[in-house]
């Protein structure tokens, strides 16, 4: 089975920058449509960005627009979320999720995913 890790995540000033990858166990994430989704103490986890397997288009939450950019390396091998002025509302675990196969109604939805890595903590200081 598919296994993702996260990794990136620490403590930021808000205004700064951190870079999140994901990377799955068997050395690619081609062929895998992944998201990051974030989760806060006491609140459901939420949606942040997308890319999908097919024409690696990309999807945002309206919160992170702007100021998040979802890639995929050259090699295939990692898919990063680039993360820029970041706020205090953004701190969060995030989490990285793959599937296989996912239709676009289910993009944002985080039981969609059958994939998912172990978090990564990302705490934005004001």
């Known amino acids: 089975q598919v296994q993702l890790v996260e990794s990136g995540g620490g403590l930021v000033q808000a205004g700064g920058s951190l870079r999140l990858s994901c990377a799955a166990s068997?050395?690619?994430?081609?062929?895998?449509?992944v998201a990051w989704f974030r989760q806060a103490p006491g609140k459901e986890r939420e949606f942040v960005s997308a890319l999908r397997a097919n024409g690696g288009h990309t999807y945002y939450a309206d919160s992170v627009k702007g100021r998040f950019t979802i890639s995929r390396d050259s090699a295939k091998t990692t898919v990063t979320l680039q993360m820029n002025d970041l706020k205090s509302e953004d701190t969060a675990v995030y989490y990285c999720?793959?599937?296989?196969?996912?239709?676009?109604?289910?993009?944002?939805?985080?039981?969609?995913?059958?994939?998912w890595g172990q978090g990564t903590q990302v705490t934005v200081s004001s």
């Open positions: 068997g050395g690619t994430v081609n062929g895998v449509t």
């Open positions: 999720a793959g599937s296989r196969t996912i239709i676009l109604s289910s993009l944002r939805v985080a039981n969609a995913y059958a994939y």
